[in-house]
């Protein structure tokens, strides 16, 4: 049995359905052995697509997406795809091809250290070994599904791939769930429940411990109001009385002055990898609750909790006093924050009308991508979620170019759900090529591309330090000549109705849909 004929045997029974790349010739026998598997391998256009797939393919499913590429600069296109996952928390087994061990030493031609490349952007970077390629692959799988998830890189040599084996020994990967916690729940106790107004921080980490629904039990006893951020959005519905809004999105300093009225501050799940800003609240008290320790300490901690969220937050959800918040200031504040976002500038469609009609007019289960740009600070927002892993964005390495493969990876997961994506044109111009993998894969999903040909977000940035914009501007090609081009289907929008006409028509589309809305970039400046 060839090595790379033990690679995906073991894929197989771990449960990878299918591998994302773009190969060389370092891996064509490794391609060989994922076909006698019948694993498929989705071909994309570029590297990082496949690895931004793996990414949200493991964020979706808890297990590792899987991406391929070969040696060179096959490995180097993957890379930001990798670091994303990295930073945005997400398990990703990723494999580069690489070249015969025999002329590693001696050859320079595509030559780069690929183990060392990939370290500062992953868990663990390995080369795979044909003596010890078991133990390299059940490590890989364990590293990667551990706190915090993350990617693996493996690069694999051609020569190593071809050689045999007489017989494969290799055991499941099992990441046990912690079920314990450790820290003083007593001391806690006490200190919320000797608190009038105490407010909740919670992030990605309720959501990839699956203690959501703990959460909101936790919630509603304590009737305190949420702020979560960009990444954790579903883990309490977004029409829910006590929920406040999302930090770090647009318009957030009208849910962090309020804020500024608790007493005390409980982050639950709260990974500030997302965070831009600075801690704003001086000595108010911090308990942290999470699977981690707090080694980050972007906060102050009075106390910590760590472990299994669920159980800590069940101990604490029967035992701890109802808040003296007023809903109805919740519920004001809440309101505020929408309408200021959502306040009409032109007479042109803008940004947020684009938003809220498509969150009006699609299913409530729809699953929704924001790329990044402008546009990522108002989609996080103001576009209602309602369940966990129905919404997803680059937020930790906030990479532009990550929404249409994540919504590609989200529909190969979800066949039967409705999956948009909002993007800005800057962001689509980087892969719209990927609407041929679409036709050929058979995924179709929804683009909306927020046409207002400049880099919003940029330029905004160099109005306020007062300098005249400069490369930031740019044109659009025809977006519906371009998505017919490639079998898809395309239309050109400029006004709030003939969107929801589209969306309702196009909603069950056996093909991919584009739709190039054209907004006025003016609606960005609140």
């Avoid at 930090?247 to 009208?254: W, Y």
């Avoid at 129905?390 to 190969?412: C, D, V, Y």
């Avoid at 046409?451 to 109005?463: A, F, H, P, V, Y």
């Avoid at 991919?512 to 809305?517: E, K």
Wanted: proline share 5%; with cysteine.
């Amino acid at each position: 049995m060839k090595v790379s004929d033990i690679v995906a045997k073991i894929l197989k029974e771990e449960g990878i359905p299918c591998v994302f790349g773009y190969p060389g010739g370092e891996v064509t026998s490794f391609l060989d052995s994922l076909k006698k598997e019948g694993i498929r391998f989705i071909l994309t256009k570029h590297e990082s697509t496949a690895a931004f797939m793996a990414a949200a393919t493991g964020e979706i499913s808890g297990k590792p997406g899987v991406c391929l590429s070969t040696l060179g600069p096959g490995a180097t296109n993957l890379i930001t795809g990798v670091a994303h996952a990295y930073l945005d928390r997400a398990p990703v087994i990723a494999i580069t091809g690489n070249m015969a061990t025999n002329f590693y030493e001696v050859s320079t031609h595509q030559h780069l250290d690929l183990v060392r490349l990939f370290e500062p952007v992953s868990k663990w970077s390995a080369t795979i070994e044909a003596s010890s390629v078991e133990r390299i692959l059940s490590k890989a799988f364990a590293i990667a599904m551990s706190p915090k998830q993350g990617p693996v890189h493996l690069t694999f040599p051609s020569n190593v791939a071809l050689m045999e084996k007489e017989k494969m020994n290799y055991y499941l990967s099992k990441i046990s769930t912690e079920s314990t916690f450790s820290g003083d729940i007593s001391a806690s106790l006490k200190i919320i429940n000797n608190s009038k107004k105490p407010i909740i921080f919670a992030g990605l980490g309720v959501l990839r411990c699956n203690a959501h629904q703990e959460f909101v039990k936790f919630v509603e006893k304590l009737g305190a109001p949420v702020i979560i951020t960009p990444k954790a959005k579903g883990i309490i519905p977004e029409n829910h009385l006590q929920f406040l809004g999302v930090i770090e999105m647009l318009c957030d300093r009208i849910i962090l002055d309020y804020a500024k009225n608790s007493d005390l501050i409980i982050t639950i799940g709260f990974d500030v990898v997302e965070m831009d800003k600075q801690w704003m609240f001086g000595e108010t008290p911090v308990i942290d609750i999470d699977n981690m320790p707090n080694t980050d300490k972007y906060y102050p901690t009075q106390l910590e909790l760590h472990g299994n969220i669920s159980k800590m937050l069940e101990v604490l959800t029967r035992q701890v006093n109802r808040a003296s918040w007023d809903i109805n200031d919740i519920k004001s504040v809440r309101e505020n924050l929408i309408k200021t976002v959502a306040t009409k500038k032109s007479e042109a469609m803008e940004s947020f009308e684009v938003v809220k009609a498509a969150r009006r007019t699609m299913p409530y289960d729809t699953i929704a991508v924001s790329d990044v740009g402008a546009h990522k600070m108002l989609v996080g927002q103001i576009w209602e979620t309602y369940e966990p892993k129905t919404f997803f964005m680059s937020n930790g390495l906030s990479s532009m170019g990550s929404g249409i493969p994540t919504a590609m990876a989200a529909k190969l997961y979800f066949p039967k759900k409705p999956v948009i994506a909002i993007i800005g044109d800057g962001c689509f111009g980087m892969n719209m090529a990927e609407l041929e993998t679409m036709v050929r894969e058979d995924i179709p999903i929804i683009i909306i591309v927020l046409d207002d040909k400049t880099l919003s977000l940029i330029k905004m940035n160099q109005e306020r330090k007062g300098l005249m914009p400069y490369g930031v501007e740019f044109t659009n090609p025809d977006m519906v000549k371009l998505a017919e081009s490639f079998g898809a289907v395309g239309y050109k929008v400029e006004r709030i109705k003939e969107l929801e006409d589209i969306l309702k028509k196009e909603l069950n589309s056996k093909k991919p849909v584009v739709i190039q809305a054209v907004i006025d970039p003016r609606s960005y400046r609140n």
